[in-house]
DNA sequence: TGACAAATGCGAATCATTTGCATCTACATT
DNA sequence: AATGTAGATGCAAATGATTCGCATTTGTCA
């Protein structure tokens, strides 16, 4: 997603183009890990953009009701992390030992909701679904 | 699980039989549904049993320790909820109207981590999963 | 029964997040 | 380009869930 893509992005969704805005996109397209709004705003330090924290909740929060990010929780952090929004529906692999996370990209339950939907008589919206374990390089340093 | 059983378990568990400690797991054994400290804190004053909030935190805590309870964490509620540890893994199925949480017994992701394990390498310790919708009930309220 | 570790009460601290309000800015319209 | 206005931001204070320090009490075991 180029500049004018965020751009036409925002404009689309009736939000105004600001420099705040834009960089918080720009940093979460770019990163390969969900990060948390404190991190976000530590990171616009970096970067020379000062910024309230409370921008980046707001921020944040208007980009989740446009669906333009994913909201996160993970088990032992009761922050919560943000993630650009690939339109791709995903889960997560979250390693216990480095906090590292994982994207799945196959969801394991695929049909399932119809069968559930069947027994319990419930309208499924949706799931979440998180797998946490060691990756290959924690499980050598747990030994 | 009969007051001597919670007795004897607490004991196996080095940990003190007290009145407060009964009545949690009392209250949770019974609950239907999966509740927070707070809920638990005014059950416990519905009940005539003076006790502090902080003690309430404290005996969830070392009750999730010893594996008594769960922790149950839900989209859209900042709490953590908790529920009787019934030594059996299941999931839960939350009603987005009327908050009602359904427990799950069957797994739809056995297998599965076996095979996410060879994917990815990383040892799978664990899954959580949620599954959301409208209770039939709360659908006939939505129309 | 007495000793001692564990459990509790109380109040204050913490941490993430939200809110009220005054000010500022992007952008549609003139 | 100037301007009016809704929406965006900064700042400081509030909130809500949870945790912590410390003095006191209580359960358990010898």
Redesign the interface.
């Known amino acids: 997603m180029k500049k004018t893509d965020i751009y036409s992005e925002l404009k689309r969704n009736g939000l105004k183009n600001t420099k705040h805005r834009t960089m918080i996109l720009d940093i979460l397209k770019k990163s390969s890990q969900p990060i948390s709004a404190e991190q976000l705003f530590e990171e616009m330090l970096v970067r020379k953009i000062s910024i309230n924290l409370s921008t980046v909740y707001r921020t944040l929060d208007t980009l989740c009701d446009k669906n333009l990010l994913i909201k996160l929780?993970v088990?032992g952090d009761n922050r919560t992390l943000f993630e650009f929004n690939h339109m791709i529906h995903r889960h997560h692999?979250i390693?216990?030992g480095c906090k590292k996370i994982?994207a799945?990209e196959h969801c394991?339950?695929e049909g399932?909701?119809k069968v559930?939907?069947n027994e319990?008589?419930?309208?499924?919206?949706?799931?979440?679904?998180?797998?946490?374990?060691?990756?290959?390089n924690c499980?050598i340093h747990n030994l």
């Open positions: 929780n088990k692999l390693c216990l994982l799945i394991p339950l399932y909701e559930l939907a319990t008589n419930f309208t499924i919206e949706g799931h979440n679904l998180n797998i946490y374990g060691y990756c290959p499980q």
